[in-house]
């Protein structure tokens, strides 16, 4: 019966004893053995967040394909569902708890002059159009009309070069970014740097997650009204926000290919107050890390999901559900960094999120690497898949965000989209004559 419980190769990440002492502590263990218990019940839930196109019932023949004579009698779509309503979300939370955090690399991607660069964003993920839904995920009123689909909101504090979970929230989406954001807060440590965009520079936020130990680096409106307290050397200045002192910086970015130049003016505020240890022109560069966390909602929501609605149909078991993806997305990026940190100078960004994904659902089906041979590999199969296919180094980003695809034809934007690469210099101007 406890056969099919295993991820694959990953499941030495989470191995048995660790999804044992979850249900230990959450008071989940089965009082009798069942066809699906409860341990079985957790791998399934991880293994249908990496197999997101495929119901339960199919998720489980993954599971037993490469079992051969161990496989047990196949449970009916009625004893999986009951299976996961017996489970309940909590041991998944404390799954997940367990495993997020930033990845341990000796890698020097995520790092700047000795503070972890971490980044945080929101975004949304449709759950089905239920009456049980409905009564806590509303639709959300979008630009072109009502949401078809009742939406969750999901706030993540990332760690910028792995690209690693260190905290996530979610809920409503009739919940505000801001608020979910305030209680990442707690996530936070003194000798983190964060990232975020001009949806949290709000003054209250700002002291809200500065009093945590971190520092900061925000974004914010380049017309608003900052009096300057002290003026700096390299142009920028202090001003205070609230509690808070800030150093203000303004900057203009250019960049420039074979089609021209485009300028944007950006405004910068920090709470690295030292012009000398901390540039403002490698501020304004490091800035640009931000998209880690954009890059990592592109590979739950499209890689994993493929832009697919959620399974559940309770609330409960949506909040299962999303702490079972999470979990399956922070352990497919520990897999990862594993891989690249065995090849010293290999760039974090370079390892294919799409290549792990495939190779982690390959070593479900065979039921390989389960447990782990005398020598230890921390590489492992999916490691050298990863490392086999390195994606080259970043390149100059120099189009502007747009939608590619539309939500419908009717709305098309960007009908003619420029996909051309072009060879870009990037100018930062500092400005000197703020208010």
């Given at each position: 019966?406890?056969?099919?419980?295993?991820?694959?190769?990953?499941?030495?990440?989470?191995?048995?004893?660790?999804?044992?002492?979850?249900?230990?502590?959450?008071?989940?263990?089965?009082?009798?053995?069942?066809?699906?218990?409860?341990?079985?019940?957790?791998?399934?839930?991880?293994?249908?967040?990496?197999?997101?196109?495929?119901?339960?019932?199919?998720?489980?023949?993954?599971?037993?394909?490469?079992?051969?004579?161990?496989?047990?009698?196949?449970?009916?779509?009625?004893?999986?569902?009951?299976?996961?309503?017996?489970?309940?979300?909590?041991?998944?939370?404390?799954?997940?708890?367990?495993?997020?955090?930033?990845?341990?690399?000796?890698?020097?991607?995520?790092?700047?002059?000795?503070?972890?660069?971490?980044?945080?964003?929101?975004?949304?993920?449709?759950?089905?159009?239920?009456?049980?839904?409905?009564?806590?995920?509303?639709?959300?009123?979008?630009?072109?009309?009502?949401?078809?689909?009742?939406?969750?909101?999901?706030?993540?504090?990332?760690?910028?070069?792995?690209?690693?979970?260190?905290?996530?929230?979610?809920?409503?989406?009739?919940?505000?970014?801001?608020?979910?954001?305030?209680?990442?807060?707690?996530?936070?440590?003194?000798?983190?740097?964060?990232?975020?965009?001009?949806?949290?520079?709000?003054?209250?936020?700002?002291?809200?997650?500065?009093?945590?130990?971190?520092?900061?680096?925000?974004?914010?409106?380049?017309?608003?009204?900052?009096?300057?307290?002290?003026?700096?050397?390299?142009?920028?200045?202090?001003?205070?926000?609230?509690?808070?002192?800030?150093?203000?910086?303004?900057?203009?970015?250019?960049?420039?290919?074979?089609r021209g130049t485009r300028t944007g003016h950006y405004r910068l505020l920090t709470t690295l107050t030292d012009p000398a240890s901390h540039p403002?022109?490698?501020?304004?560069?490091?800035?640009?890390?931000?998209?880690?966390?954009?890059?990592?909602?592109?590979?739950?929501?499209?890689?994993?999901?493929?832009?697919?609605?959620?399974?559940?149909?309770?609330?409960?078991?949506?909040?299962?559900?999303?702490?079972?993806?999470?979990?399956?997305?922070?352990?497919?990026?520990?897999?990862?960094?594993?891989?690249?940190?065995?090849?010293?100078?290999?760039?974090?960004?370079?390892?294919?999120?799409?290549?792990?994904?495939?190779?982690?659902?390959?070593?479900?089906?065979?039921?390989?690497?389960?447990?782990?041979?005398?020598?230890?590999?921390?590489?492992?199969?999916?490691?050298?898949?990863?490392?086999?296919?390195?994606?080259?180094?970043?390149?100059?980003?120099?189009?502007?965000?747009?939608?590619?695809?539309?939500?419908?034809?009717?709305?098309?934007?960007?009908?003619?989209?420029?996909?051309?690469?072009?060879?870009?210099?990037?100018?930062?101007?500092?400005?000197?004559?703020?208010?």
């Amino acid at each position: 019966m406890f056969a099919p419980g295993h991820l694959g190769e990953l499941t030495r990440i989470i191995p048995f004893e660790m999804v044992d002492e979850v249900l230990a502590q959450t008071g989940a263990v089965q009082r009798r053995i069942r066809l699906v218990p409860a341990r079985v019940t957790v791998y399934l839930l991880l293994a249908a967040a990496l197999f997101a196109g495929l119901g339960y019932r199919q998720v489980f023949d993954r599971l037993c394909a490469g079992l051969a004579d161990l496989a047990p009698v196949r449970p009916s779509g009625s004893a999986l569902r009951q299976a996961r309503q017996r489970l309940g979300p909590a041991p998944m939370k404390a799954l997940f708890d367990l495993v997020r955090g930033p990845a341990a690399t000796i890698a020097a991607a995520g790092r700047w002059r000795g503070l972890r660069v971490v980044a945080v964003d929101g975004t949304l993920l449709s759950v089905p159009d239920c009456p049980a839904n409905l009564a806590v995920f509303a639709r959300q009123r979008l630009g072109n009309g009502i949401s078809g689909y009742p939406q969750l909101r999901l706030a993540m504090l990332v760690a910028c070069g792995t690209r690693s979970v260190i905290g996530a929230v979610f809920g409503p989406a009739t919940t505000g970014e801001l608020e979910y954001v305030r209680r990442l807060a707690a996530d936070l440590r003194a000798g983190m740097l964060l990232l975020g965009d001009r949806n949290f520079a709000a003054a209250d936020l700002l002291n809200r997650l500065a009093a945590s130990g971190a520092d900061l680096l925000v974004r914010c409106k380049s017309g608003r009204k900052l009096p300057p307290v002290a003026r700096c050397r390299d142009g920028s200045f202090l001003a205070r926000l609230g509690g808070l002192t800030v150093r203000v910086i303004d900057a203009e970015i250019s960049i420039a290919t074979s089609r021209g130049t485009r300028t944007g003016h950006y405004r910068l505020l920090t709470t690295l107050t030292d012009p000398a240890s901390h540039p403002a022109a490698e501020l304004v560069r490091l800035y640009h890390e931000r998209w880690e966390v954009e890059t990592a909602y592109a590979e739950l929501k499209s890689t994993i999901l493929g832009g697919r609605v959620l399974r559940a149909r309770t609330p409960q078991g949506i909040e299962q559900e999303v702490w079972a993806l999470l979990t399956a997305y922070q352990v497919l990026r520990t897999a990862m960094t594993d891989a690249t940190d065995s090849v010293p100078g290999t760039d974090p960004d370079r390892a294919g999120f799409t290549t792990a994904l495939a190779a982690a659902r390959d070593q479900l089906v065979l039921a390989a690497g389960i447990t782990a041979d005398t020598v230890i590999d921390l590489v492992g199969v999916i490691g050298r898949h990863v490392l086999g296919q390195l994606l080259p180094a970043r390149r100059v980003r120099t189009k502007d965000r747009i939608v590619k695809r539309a939500i419908s034809k009717y709305n098309a934007r960007g009908p003619a989209i420029d996909r051309t690469t072009y060879k870009a210099t990037i100018n930062i101007n500092m400005l000197t004559d703020s208010p």
